[in-house]
């Protein structure tokens, strides 16, 4: 039987993957395979980095050298990892909460120092892994496990939060974008500086249940396209028509030193 | 311009203990340092930033505890040999990280400069947590130096430690002597006996990376070496695959434990003081031997057949040593600066053999020859 071209990318004992059906962590998966293909990565210089939670499940499915478990401290590693050994190339699978909760604090200072790490935020707008309870992007006013009666909360916007942080290059896609999604990911991969590519995705077993009152990954889907909206269109929408978009698209590019240490002589 | 310094500074120096751990920590070769300021400890770092860049290696100073201990696990598998330091407060940030670490066997040398809970002063207040901070089944090494030179001498011992059996090795230091300054020699470089972690001996594709025999920890390549491993917090089995499964947990955590309980041997340290003939014994370690052995030449003055054990490993518990020394004398006496955490220990392993009692001193001040003596006075009384 024929393998699948990108078969030799994933750590096979470790399948069949643990997302539930129709979960945009596994797509996520799909579009790292396919944008490390494209560019020929390395996989023996590869590390993934996981924390805890779903999309933190990743890199434990990549044919690469992969640190799980590590809760809201994957960019803590992945700074020991790269500043030890500047070659390899340390990509960081992190959840919302991982990068805006629990992990909040060290992405302002990876993104102040520009350190040379790939970050993909997959974002589900929940804490899918402990059962759908409220996160920092959780959007305003919708039920989670944690707000019955509505979310009283700002969401975080991760990608404006990295860019003022200092980030070299940062773009936000879903999972209703693959193409997109995918290309973002590439860039991030030969991007030198510290990358964040943010992926909305769907979670129909606990965002879709409790906040939008549907099971269907499709609906879902369906849901992050009607709220999205292109990056050029917004710079000429009504800021009030914003307020609870996805915009979609780069939104920083750009070259600066990259970390190399507190004390360099 | 960056200019080239020894790693090694052979020669006879005065220095400042906290510099002592630095060198102590160039010499048995560390090239990764992540810390966060914190007093007493800050002098370790300064001095690190230093000397670090200009002997080839990486100085980080995290955004937090928590940060600077995952760097170190990080650096440690991408090869690098690691060392934090910190005092008390901010000892109980890297408790996380120091769990993840035994989890994942990652070598790593952490010092800790005890301090009074928001002041300076001088304590033993750690001692257990040392011992217990990290959630989940542990069997932490824990080195306890008294001087100038010990500090030096024990951080070079904890990083072989570290290497050897891959797991994260601490260094309880004080207030006292980490801001002490006395003589240090160092030796010449062929003189040091440094440890360096066993790599592989197999391809990647034969090599199982956590089989190991039940008292041993497995060879560790660096991340970049081809071997693609996976490392997860979670149990693991001997591939490195995520499994909740009771018999790989039971088995993993039973390694993890037993390649430090196994090698009592290699890894307890301790020294005698007048114990040959004594009727009654002091248990000290760190700072506290210092006044204890002058107590006990005092007492020996007077009559009293007195001596010390002094603990330069405090975990694991010196438990034959402190067996052996309970068949000997008439009464142990424990002396440390906290409510007596350690003298809990002590007593369970030598209150089956001999009387026990406590020399206590919570204060933010160590004892002095005075009050030990008076203890030992009113204990032979």
């Known amino acids: 039987m024929k393998k699948h071209p990108l078969w030799k990318y994933l750590r096979q004992d470790s399948l069949p993957h643990f997302f539930c059906p129709g979960c945009g962590a596994a797509q996520v998966l799909n579009f790292f395979l396919k944008a490390s293909d494209e560019i020929q990565l390395d996989y023996d210089q590869l590390v993934g980095i996981g924390g805890v939670g779903c999309a933190a499940r990743i890199p434990v499915y990549l044919n690469a050298e992969a640190l799980h478990g590590v809760h809201g401290r994957t960019l803590p590693w992945a700074t020991g990892i790269k500043l030890h ?10 959840g919302d909460g991982d990068a805006s909760a629990i992990g909040g604090g060290h992405l302002i200072h990876a993104c102040r120092r520009n350190l040379d790490v790939v970050m993909i935020v997959v974002n589900n707008l929940t804490f899918g892994m402990t059962g759908g309870q409220m996160a920092p992007t959780t959007p305003k006013n919708v039920k989670t496990a944690t707000t019955p009666y509505g979310n009283r909360e700002e969401p975080f916007d991760i990608c404006k939060l990295a860019e003022t942080a200092g980030a070299t290059y940062v773009a936000r896609w879903s999972t209703v974008k693959p193409k997109n999604a995918k290309d973002a990911i590439k860039e991030a991969l030969n991007h030198k500086g510290f990358s964040l590519v943010e992926i ?3 979670c129909p077993t606990h965002f879709g249940r409790r906040a939008l009152s549907t099971g269907s990954p499709v609906q879902c889907l369906e849901w992050i396209k009607n709220n999205s909206i292109s990056a050029k269109k917004a710079t000429t929408a009504d800021p009030q028509a914003l307020e609870s978009k996805f915009i979609l698209g780069t939104f920083v590019h750009k070259e600066k030193p990259v970390f190399k240490g507190s004390s360099v002589c | 311009m960056s200019k080239k310094e020894n790693k090694i500074r052979s020669g006879t120096h005065f220095m400042l203990g906290n510099h002592a751990i630095v060198e102590g920590a160039l010499a048995a070769g560390c090239d990764f340092f992540a ?3 914190i007093t007493p400890a800050n002098e370790i770092s300064q001095y690190m930033s230093e000397r670090m860049p200009k002997t080839g290696g990486v100085f980080f100073q995290g955004e937090d505890e928590l940060c ?34 035994v989890a994942s066997e990652i070598p790593m040398v952490i010092v800790d400069v005890m301090r009074c809970r928001g002041e300076n002063y001088a304590t033993q207040s750690d001692v257990m947590q040392l011992r217990w901070g990290a959630s989940g089944d542990h069997e932490h090494i824990v080195l306890a130096p008294s001087s100038v030179q010990e500090l030096f001498d024990h951080t070079i011992r904890a990083f072989n430690l570290a290497e050897k059996y891959r797991t994260p090795v601490m260094v309880m230091s004080e207030t006292t002597i980490s801001l002490m300054r006395e003589k240090l020699v160092i030796p010449k470089a062929d003189d040091l006996d440094i440890v360096n972690r066993i790599k592989p001996q197999v391809p990647p594709e034969l090599f199982v990376p956590f089989k190991a025999p039940e008292d041993q920890a497995p060879p560790l390549p660096s991340f970049g070496d081809g071997y693609r491993i996976l490392h997860s917090l979670n149990p693991h089995d001997e591939n490195g695959g995520i499994a ?15 390649k430090v309980q196994a090698h009592y041997d290699d890894i307890v340290r301790v020294k005698d003081f007048y114990l040959d003939d004594a009727d009654i014994a002091l248990v000290a370690y760190g700072s506290e031997t210092r006044p204890a052995r002058q107590a006990v030449r005092i007492a020996r003055e007077k009559g009293i057949k007195a001596g010390v054990l002094k603990l330069d490993t405090i975990w694991p518990v010196p438990e034959k040593h402190l067996t052996e020394l309970s068949k000997k004398v008439a009464k142990v006496l424990t002396v440390e600066m906290n409510i007596g955490k350690y003298s809990n220990e002590v007593d369970r392993v030598c209150g089956r053999f001999c009387e026990v009692g406590r020399v206590l001193k919570n204060r933010g001040e160590i004892h002095t020859t005075q009050e030990i003596l008076h203890a030992i006075e009113e204990a032979v009384k």
């Open chain 2, 68 to 101: 600077s201990i995952y760097a170190l696990s990080g650096a440690s598998l991408a090869g690098a040999k690691a060392m934090t330091a910190t005092a008390s407060a901010g000892f109980n940030y890297m408790q996380e990280g120091i769990g993840y670490a």
């Open chain 1, 85 to 94: 050994k500047p070659e390899l190339k340390v990509v960081i699978f992190a």
């Open chain 1, 200 to 202: 909305i995705t769907q």
């Open chain 2, 244 to 258: 909740w499964d009771p018999d790989v947990f039971e088995k993993l955590y039973y390694r993890i434990t037993n």
């Open chain 2, 35 to 37: 810390g966060y300021p």
